[in-house]
């Protein structure tokens, strides 16, 4: 793919662990009436399915989670704690339940503006580094669940992949379900 060119549907299609490791160094852009705000992905988390006590699909098929059994390369665009949004990437082919959260990105694009939606931020690198802080700095909520990434106002554009050197994978975070499994990609 080149730099900057929309990722293609197919890219979604594969495991989730792949996916999340591979989005490490993409451009996650949203386009709102606002303006618009992008950043290079620099943290994720695979959900991989029904049996992922800590994915939401393992509640099985509910009218939140209807979205993670959907085609791949959809967003998966879920409220939390009663006051912040979440966005995912659906993997896998569609009945097969599984995404990847966006957990943080390094702001590249229409910084100004995440600013004014992020005041409490101290210093650029905090504006985006939480999957709650991203989607208050550019403007993500729940109008976008089920969007698709490649056509939307919502997309994940190719960029420069980091090397395995640069990256950790941990265990995911902020979660009491599975919490040893290592399924969390990180820009050291």
């Known amino acids: 793919m080149k730099l900057g060119q929309v990722i293609p549907k197919s890219f979604y299609n594969r495991d989730t662990e792949i996916v999340a490791r591979e989005l490490l160094g993409m451009t996650l852009k949203c386009t709102t009436p606002e303006g618009i705000c992008a950043g290079r992905i620099v943290e994720t988390e695979a959900y991989v399915g029904e049996h992922d006590l800590a994915c939401h699909a393992a509640a099985g098929r509910?009218?939140?989670?209807?979205?993670?059994?959907?085609?791949?390369?959809?967003?998966?665009?879920?409220?939390?704690?009663?006051?912040?949004?979440?966005?995912?990437?659906?993997?896998?082919?569609?009945?097969?339940?599984?995404?990847?959260?966006?957990?943080?990105?390094?702001?590249?694009?229409?910084?100004?503006?995440m600013w004014k939606r992020r005041p409490r931020a101290r210093r650029e690198s905090e504006l985006a580094n939480g999957p709650a802080k991203l989607c208050a700095a550019l403007g993500i909520d729940g109008s976008f669940n089920e969007t698709s990434l490649q056509s939307g106002h919502l997309k994940i554009l190719a960029g420069e992949p980091y090397p395995d050197k640069a990256v950790a994978t941990t265990p995911r975070i902020g979660i009491s379900k599975c919490v040893d499994w290592p399924l969390r990609w990180i820009v050291k």
């Open 62 to 113: 509910t009218k939140r989670t209807e979205v993670l059994y959907g085609p791949p390369g959809i967003a998966y665009v879920y409220f939390v704690y009663g006051m912040h949004w979440c966005v995912n990437a659906v993997t896998r082919k569609e009945g097969h339940p599984s995404a990847v959260l966006i957990r943080a990105i390094e702001p590249t694009v229409g910084i100004d503006l």
